[in-house]
């Protein structure tokens, strides 16, 4: 055995078979926690996690089925083995199928089911692996600093415990950020659970955060473990946090402040180890002075923020977001779509995005199912929303210097994309390079500014 204390779950309604199992793997060194029917077996992987679940195939109630769902359901890195009595081959069968990792027909001898357990403990990593940029934050895609910046943020709050608040207009990648900051974490091979709080009614939602007690109140036939207890070791993502009811934020503030919490209707503290991302495109500074906010909830989740800007501030990004949902859209449609026109380009660099990222989406993919060539033009975006030529307008009480900085900012950029073009006589791949832009970016740049 190694240093590490690996965690068992032995579920079997025959108490000869748990003691058997607890005694031989305890005696190894193991941490061995036993179950005696389905159920409970299933509450314990909902609420610890465990290295490997040796589950007995049939027993009242839920079964060793049910058990293997659970596991891959609420904790996918569990191996799961199968015991399964003689002759029930094709059950075992179908186990594996649904996921499990190995399987043990009754008899066996001791040695052959620790021989199993060693296996499946030799193929799992010994430590966390290391931080790699994530697959999430890698389909966030932009060119813009701000983008950057919120990609080093991301890489740097990741590995924390600490809460997030995300803010930003709708449809500006919140989510996209939450998810990528649980993939940054070491938490990314335990559950990202989503709860849209916006949706639920404030029962409802207390019942779906904390979970219910069996008659807790009319309707609850069973017991209900809450999201919260479904995200431990994991991150919980509370979606419009702003509309959350007072008094549940109260409820809240107790899990984020001492990691516990009771179910509704029961008595028993539950401990928890979640890290809580939340989202919200509502200005919560205001909902604080109205008092439909709690301040020192605001400021226990605001431990660390990240500000999504609407996309019209930041259209840098624009031309590699194209880029990046016509290729997804191409691959979708089966169409080999390779750019927009130069007038659609320009159009929408001009254009407001009141939807923001989601809108550019949505437009694209319908304009690459429209499409007859290889290129998007004018036809086939949406009429109505061609009208919108004017630049937006500025937000009140921005100085009205910022047009000429505007002015002034593309002429420093222009120049500095000349100077780069004429050092490398005109190579624009390797200009683009040394500018640190992606081709079509400086492509686009060089039309704006009409170098050629
Ligand atoms: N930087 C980005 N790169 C790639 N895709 C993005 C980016 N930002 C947003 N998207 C895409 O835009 C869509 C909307 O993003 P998301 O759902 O994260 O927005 P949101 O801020 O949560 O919106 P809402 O407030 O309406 O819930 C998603 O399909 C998402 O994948
Ligand atoms: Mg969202």
Known sequence: MTEKSYKILVVDDEAGMRQLLESAFRDRGFSVST???????????????????????????????????AA??????????????????????????LGAHDFIAKPFKLAEIELKVDKILKSKPEEEP??????VSRRIIGESSHTKQVLRMIEKIGPSKSSVLITGPS???????????????????????????????????ESELFGHERGAFTGA???????????????????????????????????????EFER???????????RVVAATNRDLKEAIAEGRFREDFFYRLNVFSIKLEPLRKRPDDIPALVEHFLKKFSSETGKRIV?????????????????????????LERAAVLAEGDIITMQEIPPDMAFVQEPPEEEPGQPPETASLIERTDELESQMIYAALERFRWNKT?????????????QYKIQKYGLE
């Open 221 to 259: 036939s069973a017991r209900r473990i809450g999201r919260f207890e479904r995200a431990h070791m994991g991150t919980l993502f509370l979606d419009e946090v702003g509309e959350i009811d007072p008094a549940i934020q109260t409820k809240l503030l107790r899990v984020l402040q001492e990691g």
């Open 339 to 363: 750019g927009v026109s130069d007038d659609v380009m320009s159009f929408f660099m001009r254009y407001p995005w009141p939807g923001n990222v989601r809108e550019l989406e949505n437009i």
């Open 35 to 69: 179950a005696s029917n389905g159920d409970a077996a299933i509450e314990l992987i909902q609420t610890q996690s465990f290295d490997i679940v040796i589950t007995d195939l049939r027993m009242p109630g839920r079964d060793g089925l049910g058990v293997l769902r």
């Open 171 to 205: 449809g500006t990648g919140k989510e996209l950020v939450a998810r990528a900051i649980h993939e940054c974490s070491p938490r990314r091979t335990k559950p990202f659970i989503a709860l849209n709080c916006a949706a639920l009614a404030p029962g409802v939602l």
């Open 430 to 442: 390797k200009a683009a390079e040394h500018l640190g832009l992606k081709r079509t970016t400086l």
């Open 72 to 97: 891959r359901q609420f904790s996918p890195d569990t191996s799961v083995i199968i015991v399964t009595a003689y002759g029930s081959i094709e059950t075992a069968v179908e186990a594996m199928r």
């Open 130 to 135: 290391s931080f790699s940029p994530s697959p």
């Open 264 to 274: 509704v209707g029961g008595s028993e503290p539950i401990r928890v180890d979640v």
